[in-house]
């Protein structure tokens, strides 16, 4: 029951303080290849691409991923979108959905979503530190059954610039919060942590880990150190619509 009164109390508090804002927004586009390692020493190849809008209020971001690591492979489309407070600018609320499909751990088809609020620690010309905590859900598809799981997600972010480089570092603790099936708990921790190395305006090196881990010992250990090769530019939308649509 009080997750119930949790959720309305999001809900309110997002509706009430979080507005659509008029403001001139910036578009950028993002991709990379990468050579991945897992943890059991197979190596592969992946792919990533990302477009992001940002305005001084909002943000909206869509990443693709696809990673192929001997016989497994993994992929991954991921929509976030998130308004500041105007009236409590430290303060958004955001909502993330995804759907991914993961052969090494048997997951035929995952859909995710989360809803939730966040909060700048720190915000500054050269990066920032934030936490967010939501509601989240699975809907999976298994080998051998079908799962419906909720859980309380709660992330802390850093990203920051350096004259030199550049690092990212994202920690997520999904708390599973409905009943158990086969006493499997399926709550998880996610870390991901990288470092950007610009070699000129468009082109980078990054070096990165990331890890999936299961509290449940039924579960698996799903990691990887990767090493990319990125690209990022303006992404013209303007340009795009005049010369598809003439406007």
């Given at each position: ?10 809900m ?58 001997k ?48 909060f ?36 802390v ?23 158990l ?67």
């Amino acid at each position: 029951m009080i997750y119930k009164y949790l959720i309305l109390f999001i809900m309110l508090f997002c509706c009430v303080f979080s507005h659509p804002v008029n403001d001139n927004p910036i578009w950028k586009q993002y991709y990379r290849g990468s050579y991945i390692i897992n943890e059991k020493h197979d190596y592969g190849l992946g792919g990533y691409f990302r477009i992001k809008r940002t305005t001084k209020y909002t943000f909206r971001d869509l990443r693709g991923y696809l990673h192929f690591i001997k016989d497994n492979s993994y992929k991954k489309i991921r929509y976030k979108s998130s308004n500041k407070f105007q009236e409590f600018d430290r303060l958004y609320n955001f909502s993330t959905i995804s759907i991914d499909q993961n052969s090494k751990v048997g997951v035929n088809i995952r859909y995710h979503g989360n809803q939730g609020v966040g909060f700048f620690v720190n915000d500054f010309n050269t990066g920032h530190i934030n936490g967010e905590f939501a509601l989240a859900y699975d809907i999976s598809d298994y080998l051998n059954d079908s799962r419906k799981t909720s859980y309380i997600k709660s992330g802390v972010y850093w990203d920051q610039d350096f004259k030199d480089y550049e690092i990212k570092l994202e920690l997520e603790h999904y708390r599973q919060i409905t009943d158990l099936i086969d006493n499997i708990d399926l709550s998880r921790f996610e870390f991901l942590f990288e470092l950007y190395f610009p070699l000129n305006d468009e082109l980078e090196v990054i070096l990165g880990y990331e890890l999936e881990h299961f509290e449940s010992s039924d579960s698996k250990i799903n990691s990887s150190v990767f090493l990319s090769i990125g690209y990022e530019d303006i992404f013209n939308i303007k340009k795009i619509k005049k010369d598809k649509y003439g406007i």
